[in-house]
């Protein structure tokens, strides 16, 4: 079996890396991690490859022909297996900045258009949403990814810098400038509902202070959306099964694997996500271990 994910080192190749692991050291199916540039959607739905690693608002603009896959048109074999574990995201400012809200973010210098990482501009994009402004009302400073946009950061010439909480990039960042401050974002439902319009499926999250989180000083309302699964619509039932059962009874050893996943909670498996149907074999699993209704 092959698990497509993003290039070696990154967040979904480490998640897919673990998952390899477990599923053959406890179902003994054997799965090859096949980095590449991108997500591997299209490689799974032509069942080139059995699986691949993304983020649920992906998986859902994928499946639908919208957001970032706009004018592709829907695709029907994409299947979920499970939700892995949230992936935590917030922007963030200097320690000692005068900025204090997202809102006050308006008129301030934000990164923009990441063409090598589209995503990243589609969530800057949801966190100002949150706050009732759009990449309008921000001086845009392109930057390419979020390599250069944290060059850019370092140097002062943005005044915000967008990463994963507990990332490398967020590390370094925080050394060059002396100490990093999230940007917490609003938890109201009307927040809430921009948010999901922009990102659908993402969440707010309370993460408290901890070693290793840059930026946390309190506990923070942040941003979060779950790391998927998938599989195609002709994966067979009974090797999605044992997917599904061996990731399930491991928390364990996928965290031993990959430190982030101290936060899988193995019973939100089982989430739904209406733009991609889930696959039968993972749902007879998660009916038997009652995390489904039985039809």
Do not use: C, W
């Not at 706009?70 to 922007?91: H, S, T």
């Not at 990482?117 to 930057?143: F, M, S």
């Not at 990463?163 to 439902?189: H, M, N």
């Amino acid at each position: 079996m092959s698990i497509v994910t993003t290039p070696a080192g990154s967040y979904t190749n480490s998640v897919g890396a673990a998952v390899a692991k477990v599923i053959f050291d406890k179902a003994r199916i054997r799965a090859v991690v096949q980095p590449q540039a991108t997500i591997g959607f299209d490689e799974v739905e032509s069942g080139g490859a059995e699986f691949n690693v993304s983020n649920a608002f992906d998986a859902a603009f994928f499946a639908t022909g919208s957001g970032d896959y706009e004018g592709r048109g829907a695709k029907k074999n994409l299947r979920l297996v499970g939700a892995l574990l949230p992936f935590r995201v917030a922007m963030h400012v200097r320690a000692d900045s005068t900025i204090q809200t997202l809102a006050e973010l308006k008129g301030k210098r934000v990164p923009a258009g990441f063409v090598a990482q589209k995503t990243v501009a589609r969530t800057i994009e949801a966190h100002l949403a949150t706050a009732g402004l759009t990449y309008n009302d921000v001086v845009k400073i392109p930057a390419p990814n979020v390599a250069s946009a944290n060059q850019d950061f370092s140097a002062g010439k943005v005044d915000t810098i967008y990463f994963a909480l507990g990332s490398g990039t967020g590390k370094q960042a925080a050394a060059s400038v002396g100490g990093l401050r999230v940007l917490e974002i609003d938890s109201a439902p009307d927040a809430i509902k921009r948010l999901q319009a922009i990102l659908p499926g993402a969440y707010v999250m309370r993460v408290d202070p901890e070693p290793g989180l840059d930026g946390i000083a309190r506990p923070t309302n942040i941003v979060a959306f779950d790391m998927v699964l998938n599989t195609s619509a002709a994966g067979p039932d009974e090797v999605v099964y044992k997917v599904a059962k061996a990731l399930f009874e491991s928390p364990a050893e996928l965290a031993a694997t990959f430190a982030p996943f101290k936060l899988f909670v193995p019973r939100q498996m089982a989430k739904p996500l209406p733009e991609v149907p889930m696959h039968p074999g993972a749902l007879r699993f998660y009916r038997e271990a009652g995390l489904r209704p039985n039809p």
